[in-house]
């Protein structure tokens, strides 16, 4: 290798290095900024299993995900943390983690008291716990959702809306007809992408009490055919919940209660 080029390939990687860290130093900047602007700090995660950090590195180079399989392995969590950590940090110029989800619930419970916001607060308590735990703060969800960078929605109201600049989670969504599927799907706007998170071993719609087909394995088969899309399958050995579901899930499989 001639000094000259040496020379210029070393100048390069330096170019290189330090534009790089300034990418870097002007993210971290509009992290804080953005941080202070709703007085709460996010926690960093990282990958716990390859099954994980499968779904980091799909979500960073921008695809839409469907995050399918076993309980405990941390869909609904990672997809919390990817969301919120872009739009604090206006990744893409995001404003808004949209959640959504069925209001199905494995048994019948009679009628839940109240309004229409104090009976889907019950469905809520996940993500409530979810968000305590990013930012170490009991009040963290609530705070979100009063500066508009949390909306929680259900199927039953999603028709006739767009979700412009958002990033939309619809959380189990094994519970969602294909109809509530497609209605969900067809609500996303200009500069926006969604996650599908769940697990069709746990569909509530096929139950005696609904007998409902869920729309799980029609729709995967029809993202899986578009480009925009990437899938991530979870099993027993991406567990995180606790060594005890794990040991049990794992049994179901090896008893072939779950193929």
């Known amino acids: 290798m001639s000094s000259t080029f040496a020379r210029k390939k070393n100048i390069t990687e330096f170019d290189d ?24 700090t996010l926690r960093e995660i990282q990958p716990l299993t390859d099954t994980q950090r499968d779904v980091f590195r799909s979500y960073n180079n921008g695809f839409n995900n469907v995050l399918h399989g076993c ?3 941390g869909k609904t969590y990672l997809s919390c943390y990817l969301a919120i950590r ?16 069925s209001v199905v619930p494995s048994r019948d419970m009679g ?23 990013l930012f170490g703060r009991g009040d963290a969800y609530q705070v979100l959702k009063q500066k508009q960078k949390v ?16 990033i939309v989670l ?49 729709f995967i088969g029809v993202l899986s055919r578009m480009d925009s899309f990437d899938s991530v399958d979870f099993g027993p050995e991406d567990i995180v919940r606790s060594d005890f579901v794990r040991e049990y899930l794992e049994t179901c499989y090896k008893m072939g209660i779950y193929s």
């Open 71 to 73: 309980a405990g392995t």
């Open 111 to 133: 009628f839940l008291p109240g309004s229409i916001e104090e009976k889907s607060k019950v469905y809520e308590a996940p993500y409530e716990a979810i968000f305590t735990d």
């Open 17 to 40: 290095y330090i534009n790089n860290r300034q990418k870097k130093k002007d993210k971290k900047a509009r992290g804080v900024r953005n941080r202070q602007s709703v007085g709460l």
């Open 170 to 218: 619809v959380d189990e969504f094994q519970n969602l007809s294909w109809g509530e599927l497609n209605t969900v799907i067809t609500r996303v706007g200009e500069n926006s992408r969604i996650i599908f998170s769940g697990d069709g071993k746990q569909d509530d719609l096929s139950s005696e009490r609904y007998s409902t087909e869920s729309g799980c394995e029609k």
């Open 86 to 101: 872009d739009i604090m940090e206006k990744i893409d110029q995001k404003q808004q983690l949209i959640i959504v989800r």
């Open 151 to 166: 909306v929680f929605t259900t199927t039953s109201f999603v028709r006739g809306q767009t979700w412009d600049d958002a």
